[in-house]
């Protein structure tokens, strides 16, 4: 089956194409010669995956999905859940990303222990986190919604050369390695878009 994959990330396209296995081309906008930012202006990941599926299937009137993902750490009060691919702002790559998670934290962090000196009655700050996948394929013009999730937690600093955005970060529940340092196949078996899409591919193959 010929379908296309709205996004413009090599690594997304890599994890897709391993999960979705024989019997699928993954086709990217700009192979069709869509080039132009894809818009994402929804409040929610379901809203911004499907305004880009959406966009897709009008430019082309192909099968298609798109994803939208996000990450919520608890400290920062599930921040920075829809803006996670521009938390550090609209120009900024992912190490500046991670980097202001990094400081986020840390700063709460210590605003947590700072009340805690100071006779204040507070929890004591975690680093408990997850990620979120939302993605919407649109099948012969219906929609169809598939939804995963990774439980974890945030590291204190970078690890492991893989993966891609803030997997030199994120240390999946039950594992004492980053995303980064698990290797793909690892990764993709247990990762919240590797869920997403293989139920998205279970549907597909029925």
């Known amino acids: 089956m010929k379908i296309v994959f709205a996004t413009g990330n090599p690594g997304k396209v890599r994890e897709a194409a391993e999960i979705l296995g ?92 700072m009340a805690r000196t100071n006779g204040v009655s507070t929890s004591k700050a975690n680093r408990s986190a997850r990620f979120r996948t939302s993605v919407t394929l649109i099948l012969n013009g219906e929609h169809h919604f598939f939804d995963g999730v990774m439980e974890g937690h945030i590291a204190y600093e970078r690890a492991g050369n893989g993966g891609f955005g803030y997997d030199p970060i994120f240390v999946p529940e039950g594992y004492d390695k980053t995303n980064a340092e698990l290797g793909e196949s690892v990764k993709n078996a247990i990762s919240h878009r590797g869920k997403a899409l293989r139920a998205m591919a279970d549907y597909l193959k029925q």
């Open 22 to 113: 024989e019997g699928f081309e993954l086709v990217t906008p700009a192979e069709l010669g869509i080039t132009e930012e894809i818009p994402e202006t929804g409040n929610t990941l379901r809203a911004n995956s499907m305004q880009k599926a959406d966009y897709i299937f009008k430019k082309t009137g192909l099968n298609c999905f798109a994803d939208d993902s996000g990450l919520e750490v608890d400290i920062l009060g599930g921040a920075p859940g829809v803006e996670t691919a521009r938390y550090a702002g609209p120009n900024h790559d992912a190490d500046a990303n991670i980097d202001k998670l990094l400081s986020e934290i840390a700063r709460r962090e210590k605003e947590a222990a």
